[in-house]
């Protein structure tokens, strides 16, 4: 349950201090909500708490960006979003096997730097795959990285600590993972990760088969889940 933002004057959401409330007609046609016309704004002053605590909701939809600010906390404080689950196999990354030479590591023909980072958490084995623009969608959809373009390749690296797999890729476009931090499955830790300052946010579903990882990001590409909500 997402709070209402407070309501602009005269908006029909209720009477702002000096103003009259608008008619339920004339908020109507403005697409807004008189709680002041319906007394919601009355029952919610009468039962405080009656905001949606103690329940939980599953939204089945196109996804969530997680970066909404409405989604991050209810209002007790607590973590808003339980978990971010991709049920359609859409967003599924294939990992092959991959092998550090030093400090780097090439996937699918694109070269990594700072492997030393992973390699400080994990073992090994490693785990190799590439999230491609051109499968997300529509040209603005798609651009995970705002460059103007969807014929980006983002190469990603799993592995396993001692607390679970956990996932590193080069967030910031510098051919390097030195400076990543590790990105374990949502349910762990809401952990979230984007390409550059205005790109898709992105989950992690990591799980196990057969002592191997699978790896499918959640997000949200067109909006309407987030939307939803």
């Not at 209402?4 to 908006?11: D, K, L, T, V």
């Not at 089945?60 to 607590?78: A, E, F, M, W």
């Amino acid at each position: 349950v997402v709070a209402p933002a407070p309501a602009p004057r005269g908006s029909g959401r209720g009477p702002a201090r000096g103003q009259p409330a608008l008619s339920p007609a004339v908020a109507h046609r403005a697409g807004l909500m008189p709680l002041h016309a319906t007394a919601i704004d009355a029952f919610r002053g009468a039962h405080p708490t009656y905001d949606g605590r103690g329940v939980l909701i599953a939204v089945l939809d196109g996804g969530i960006d997680p970066s909404v600010r409405g989604l991050h906390q209810t209002t007790t404080g607590r973590r808003k979003l339980v978990d971010l689950r991709d049920l359609s196999g859409e967003g599924r990354i294939p990992l092959t096997a991959v092998h550090p030479s030093g400090d780097s590591i090439r996937i699918a023909g694109i070269g990594l730097s700072g492997f030393g980072r992973v390699a400080r958490l994990s073992a090994g084995p490693f785990y190799g795959g590439v999230l491609r623009e051109a499968g997300l969608g529509a040209e603005a959809a798609a651009d995970v990285n705002g460059d103007g373009d969807t014929a980006g390749r983002f190469p990603l690296v799993v592995a396993r600590a001692s607390d679970g797999w956990f996932l590193m890729t080069d967030t910031d476009g510098d051919g390097s993972l030195g400076n990543e931090r590790p990105v374990y499955d949502y349910a762990v830790g809401a952990d979230t990760f984007s390409y550059g300052r205005t790109g898709m946010r992105f989950a992690a579903n990591l799980t196990d088969s057969a002592g191997r990882p699978v790896l499918d990001l959640f997000y949200d590409n067109s909006g309407h889940g987030t939307h939803v909500a």
